[in-house]
């Protein structure tokens, strides 16, 4: 299903000064850095076109929302999301699909913390994603963030979000 399907909310790219930040409070318990990455990655990114906010709505809501990374080194879906009501509809899908189309890019690297991976699972291999690597005590001590089609940057740089 494309994303401007007449029955899908639009996922229309968030402007710079959208409040974004908004969106990932509440992940510091899976990325203690988040917020600090937010402010000094993508909020610069998102001026200069290197990131990419995508959202999908309904009427006074998020649905979900893709943050994504476009750079000639790298391309990334750094975050995903779903509104827990309204997974298992396409939504996630969907968000891959136009990930993939603004990446240019049909394999995006995309890491996912132990918590959510049975959610990912299904999703991530039926579009093809690699699991490449499992990163113990990369973000957090004592987990494990789960690392598609691409590999994280050693442990010196461990605890800096890309
Ligand atoms: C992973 C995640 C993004 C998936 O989103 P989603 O909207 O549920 O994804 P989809 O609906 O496209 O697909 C999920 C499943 O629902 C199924 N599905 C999709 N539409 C469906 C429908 N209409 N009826 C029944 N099943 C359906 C898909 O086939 C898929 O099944 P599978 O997992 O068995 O393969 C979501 O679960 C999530 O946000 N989890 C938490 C993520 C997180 O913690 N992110 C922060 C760190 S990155």
């Known amino acids: 299903m494309h994303l ?7 996922v229309a790219p968030a402007r710079p000064d959208s409040n974004g930040l908004s969106l990932i409070s509440g992940f510091d ?15 610069p990114g998102l001026s200069d076109g290197s990131r990419r ?7 006074d809501s998020v649905r979900g929302f893709a943050i994504l990374k ?12 779903v509104r827990p009501d309204q997974r298992r ?15 240019e890019c049909e394999k995006p690297m995309l890491t996912v913390p132990e918590e959510a991976i049975l ?3 299904g999703l991530l291999t039926r579009n093809g994603f690699e699991l490449r690597q499992r990163a113990v005590n990369y973000y957090r001590l004592g987990r494990c963030e789960y690392v ?5 940057p050693g442990p010196l740089d461990g605890a800096i979000m890309q």
């Not at 476009?70 to 999301?81: D, G, M, P, Q, S």
């Open 70 to 81: 476009k750079e000639a080194h790298e391309r990334k879906i750094c975050t995903l999301w």
């Open 89 to 103: 509809r396409g939504v996630g899908q969907r968000l891959i699909d136009e990930s993939i189309a603004w990446l």
């Open 148 to 152: 598609f089609n691409g590999r994280l």
């Open 119 to 121: 959610d990912f699972w």
């Open 53 to 59: 906010l995508l959202i999908e709505r309904d009427l």
């Open 29 to 43: 318990a899976l990325y203690p850095d988040i917020e600090h990455w937010f402010a000094s990655k993508v909020a």
């Open 4 to 10: 401007h399907h007449v029955d899908s909310a639009p």
